[in-house]
């Protein structure tokens, strides 16, 4: 089994900045893809950047540009989040996601929850005002 464990978040005051760590362990795998998403209570998971290895595509939330930074390693099937100039609407629950290379080959990044297979149990992030 392929589990996928965030690391990262915290309380945070807002204009602050937190980096997200995600790594796999278990059974080995390769990815095309990794992302990460968040889920806000009440609301539903969305996307928040995501990562093609194959020519370093990047996806990107309107609401996280220029302040958010996605970065991995393929060969580690790791994911991190750089996260600047943080809002309180930030805040939430946090996860990343892998999407095994064995789905073949994709010509976008993927952005949906369904596209990707391996989750993390997730890490919270709140920023205060």
């Known amino acids: 089994q392929v589990q996928l464990v965030e690391s990262g978040g915290g309380l945070v005051q807002a204009g602050g900045s937190l980096r997200l760590s995600c790594a796999a362990s278990g059974r080995a795998f390769s990815s095309n893809a990794m992302g990460w998403f968040r889920q806000a209570p009440g609301k539903e998971r969305e996307i928040v950047a995501a990562s093609r290895w194959s020519g370093g595509s990047t996806y990107y939330a309107d609401s996280v540009k220029g302040r958010f930074t996605i970065s991995g390693d393929n060969a580690k099937n790791t994911v991190y989040l750089q996260m600047n100039s943080l809002k309180p609407e930030d805040t939430a629950v946090y996860y990343c996601?892998?999407?095994?290379?064995?789905?073949?080959?994709?010509?976008?990044?993927?952005?949906?929850?369904?596209?990707?297979?391996?989750w993390g149990q997730g890490t919270q992030v709140t920023v205060s005002s």
């Open positions: 996601a892998a999407r095994p290379g064995v789905r073949g080959i994709i010509m976008y990044t993927p952005s949906r929850p369904r596209d990707y297979d391996y």
